[in-house]
């Protein structure tokens, strides 16, 4: 039996005694229990209530609690998302400020996009017809741009190798059969160019779209020329997600 039951019954009790000592008739003493049992159970009824009230507060406090971390967490993403956005505006400028000639003479393009920066360089400038070998030129504009990406920690590159739709000459077919193979050596020279340069191994990936993914039609000159091309994406670096126990 609960504490609230025997204080009833306590109580039930006591009117029973006092009411025989006194001499209150039956009518008197039953009118007396009700009045006990009616006021135990409002008794009863207002724990209940009592009960449901601090549940519900609570209830409100874990809500409060919950909220406040969801504001706290979305503050974080936000102060995160403000300086990727500082960063990438840095690394636009200082990647236009090496390359000022290329691009006004339009062998290089620079765009920022919503989830990082591309830049667009002709092949034209950075290996000779027929060759996966950097020639001098390529490798010194290269290294300007190695020396600006390596302050742009928070990103990883992306060289991908772009080519037309030519076949490949007799003598380099026999070393790269496809345009994949070639844009693949050439995305790779980039690549190991960027590491000899002190940019960490993994942030780096170099990759082939072949003649795949055309800027141009390939039917003249000069939209073959915009098709081979080196393209380099610097996208912001993806955190894995803490693990929980």
């Not at 009230?53 to 874990?62: F, R, Y």
């Not at 070639?182 to 160019?193: D, E, H, P, Y």
């Amino acid at each position: 039996m609960n504490a609230k039951a025997m204080r009833a019954g306590a109580m039930l009790l006591a009117v029973a005694v006092l009411a025989a000592g006194c001499g209150v008739s039956k009518s008197k003493y039953l009118e007396a229990s009700q009045s006990a049992e009616q006021l135990a159970a409002k008794n009863q009824a207002l724990q209940q209530s009592l009960d449901g009230a601090n549940a519900k507060n609570d209830q409100l406090e874990k809500d409060v609690a919950s909220k406040q971390s969801t504001v706290s967490q979305l503050q974080t993403e936000l102060e995160s998302t403000k300086q990727q956005t500082v960063n990438m505006q840095s690394t636009y400028e200082g990647l236009v400020g090496q390359m000022r000639d290329e691009l006004k003479n339009g062998s290089v393009q620079i765009q920022q996009m919503r989830d990082g920066i591309r830049v667009n360089l002709a092949q034209d400038i950075l290996f000779k017809s027929g060759s996966a070998n950097l020639d001098k030129s390529g490798k010194e504009l290269l290294a300007k741009v190695g020396e600006e990406l390596k302050s742009s920690t928070t990103y990883e590159i992306v060289v991908i190798g772009h080519a037309d739709n030519q076949k490949i000459g007799a003598s380099l077919a026999q070393r790269y059969p496809t345009n994949w193979e070639l844009g693949s050596a050439r995305a790779s020279q980039i690549t190991r160019l960027f590491q000899d340069a002190g940019i960490a191994g993994e942030r780096l990936m170099s990759v082939s779209a072949g003649e795949s993914r055309p800027r141009a039609d390939n039917a003249t000159p000069e939209g073959r020329a915009q098709n081979r091309r080196i393209e380099i994406r610097l996208r912001p670096i993806e955190t894995e997600p803490a693990a929980s126990n």
